[in-house]
Nanobody, 115 residues
């Protein structure tokens, strides 16, 4: 089992940047993949970015070129660097992984993009 704790959300103006962090309770090398999702009220949950234990990454088309997922294996932490933020990026962002037949989720961190 693993505990995931997100942090780094907040209020930012359009065009600004935030860096989200997801701290895991054990080595993220234990997981084949780490993922960031987001969900706005009344909207479907959206897969934003993924990173594998081999370092491969992929992004939703809506964030490609603006967001970067990365990891620090020594700190058991996955990051989501968000640049050029838009109001439509406003959502609760969740860290997620899969292990031994179970999905694990953090509690989420709120990102609000508004002037």
């Amino acid at each position: 089992q693993v505990q995931l704790v997100e942090s780094g959300g907040g209020l930012v103006q359009p065009g600004g940047s935030l860096r989200l962090s997801c701290a895991a309770s054990r080595s993220i090398l234990s997981f084949w993949i780490m993922r960031w999702y987001r969900q706005a009220p009344g909207e479907q949950r959206e897969l934003v970015a993924i990173i594998t234990n081999g370092g491969n990454t992929n992004y939703a088309e809506s964030v490609k070129g603006r967001f970067t997922i990365s990891r620090d294996n020594t700190e058991n932490t996955v990051f989501l660097q968000m640049n050029s933020l838009k109001p439509e990026d406003t959502a609760v962002y969740y860290c997620n992984t899969y292990d031994s037949g179970h999905e694990y989720w953090g509690q989420g961190t709120q990102v609000t993009v508004s002037s």
